[in-house]
């Protein structure tokens, strides 16, 4: 669709994707989607544009950002989030924890949160850039994952691969320190040590010599666990189809849109060379919608015919 070809970083939004867990002061848990909304607009390139763009400057999104903030045009994006309680997750229309799927606003309205803003460029790409470690585990009290497969994989392994890419100590990195307290951990020695635990310094919990202890304390609300191991079908909301939002998405766009879209999926689509692979990615879009379906069959069909 249009917006599958943002025309900067500037002028598309950002999404969390995932599920996450708010737990307020009286222990009750919510369910939450982030969005990051562009203040700048969204600005899209049409395939064309695109295709001239890219030969140009293939790195046209990274030149725009910097020199927006060179400017001093410092991009923005408004937060906001989604909040479900708890106990409507069992009962919702489809699996609020399943990635591919969105929340509808009407059912949970977007509420305001603040504000991100880019207001510099990196003075070092290497140190702020190369060697940021973004993991989804880094939780603070009152933030925590939920049932979402996907979410609960990643947990360990983006941690995993900043052990594995910047070393034990890459939370002593600057790019990655809190900034209101210290990393205190049992990290120590091997790559990019950066701090000055070594001599008599204990790398083992529990010891006597002061060293930091973890709290016990719960971050987030505890899940609900239910059923047997092994396995089995997941569980069916009443809309939990892979095609249904496909439709709605479709049926939202305007006819201008539509036609972009069946364009862009006819183009790659008619180069295949086998029939039933072509007839098996059309019976796709005839779920969404069957309009969808007779449209990107018509205009396979054309493509071919020429």
């Given at each position: 669709?249009?917006?599958?070809?943002?025309?900067?970083?500037?002028?598309?939004?950002?999404?969390?994707?995932?599920?996450?867990?708010?737990?307020?002061?009286?222990?009750?848990?919510?369910?939450?989607?982030?969005?990051?909304?562009?203040?700048?607009?969204?600005?899209?390139?049409?395939?064309?544009?695109?295709?001239?763009?890219?030969?140009?400057?293939?790195?046209?999104?990274?030149?725009?950002?910097?020199?927006?903030?060179?400017?001093?045009?410092?991009?923005?994006?408004?937060?906001?989030?989604?909040?479900?309680?708890?106990?409507?997750?069992?009962?919702?229309?489809?699996?609020?924890?399943?990635?591919?799927?969105?929340?509808?606003?009407?059912?949970?309205?977007?509420?305001?949160?603040?504000?991100?803003?880019?207001?510099?460029?990196?003075?070092?790409?290497?140190?702020?850039?190369?060697?940021?470690?973004?993991?989804?585990?880094?939780?603070?009290?009152?933030?925590?994952?939920?049932?979402?497969?996907?979410?609960?994989?990643?947990?360990?392994?983006?941690a995993d691969a900043h052990r594995y890419r910047l070393g034990v100590?890459?939370?002593?990195?600057?790019?990655?320190?809190?900034?209101?307290?210290?990393?205190?951990?049992?990290?120590?020695?091997?790559?990019?040590?950066?701090?000055?635990?070594?001599?008599?310094?204990?790398?083992?919990?529990?010891?006597?010599?002061?060293?930091?202890?973890?709290?016990?304390?719960?971050?987030?609300?505890?899940?609900?666990?239910?059923?047997?191991?092994?396995?089995?079908?997941?569980?069916?909301?009443?809309?939990?189809?892979?095609?249904?939002?496909?439709?709605?998405?479709?049926?939202?766009?305007?006819?201008?849109?539509?036609?972009?879209?069946?364009?862009?999926?006819?183009?790659?689509?008619?180069?295949?060379?086998?029939?039933?692979?072509?007839?098996?990615?059309?019976?796709?879009?005839?779920?969404?919608?069957?309009?969808?379906?007779?449209?990107?069959?018509?205009?396979?069909?054309?493509?071919?015919?020429?």
């Amino acid at each position: 669709g249009d917006r599958g070809i943002p025309a900067s970083y500037r002028h598309m939004n950002g999404y969390g994707s995932h599920t996450y867990q708010w737990t307020n002061a009286a222990g009750e848990a919510f369910f939450v989607k982030y969005h990051f909304k562009t203040n700048q607009g969204i600005r899209c390139l049409s395939s064309e544009q695109a295709q001239e763009l890219a030969g140009k400057d293939p790195n046209s999104h990274q030149t725009d950002l910097l020199q927006a903030i060179e400017r001093g045009v410092h991009p923005s994006w408004t937060l906001y989030a989604q909040i479900m309680p708890a106990a409507d997750a069992a009962e919702y229309r489809f699996n609020p924890f399943d990635l591919t799927k969105v929340w509808p606003h009407r059912d949970y309205p977007l509420q305001r949160v603040g504000r991100l803003v880019l207001d510099r460029n990196p003075d070092n790409v290497f140190a702020e850039v190369e060697q940021a470690a973004f993991s989804p585990n880094n939780f603070v009290p009152g933030i925590g994952p939920s049932a979402d497969k996907m979410l609960q994989g990643r947990l360990f392994a983006y941690a995993d691969a900043h052990r594995y890419r910047l070393g034990v100590n890459h939370t002593q990195l600057a790019v990655n320190a809190p900034r209101a307290t210290t990393a205190d951990n049992y990290g120590r020695d091997g790559l990019m040590a950066a701090n000055s635990q070594g001599r008599y310094a204990k790398n083992y919990e529990p010891n006597s010599y002061e060293g930091p202890a973890e709290t016990g304390r719960p971050l987030a609300a505890p899940l609900p666990v239910t059923g047997h191991t092994g396995t089995h079908a997941a569980p069916q909301h009443t809309k939990d189809d892979d095609f249904y939002q496909a439709g709605e998405l479709y049926r939202l766009m305007s006819e201008e849109e539509r036609r972009r879209l069946v364009a862009n999926i006819a183009g790659g689509l008619a180069q295949v060379s086998r029939d039933d692979v072509i007839e098996k990615n059309l019976a796709h879009f005839h779920a969404a919608d069957p309009e969808y379906g007779r449209r990107v069959r018509e205009a396979v069909e054309a493509l071919r015919e020429d």
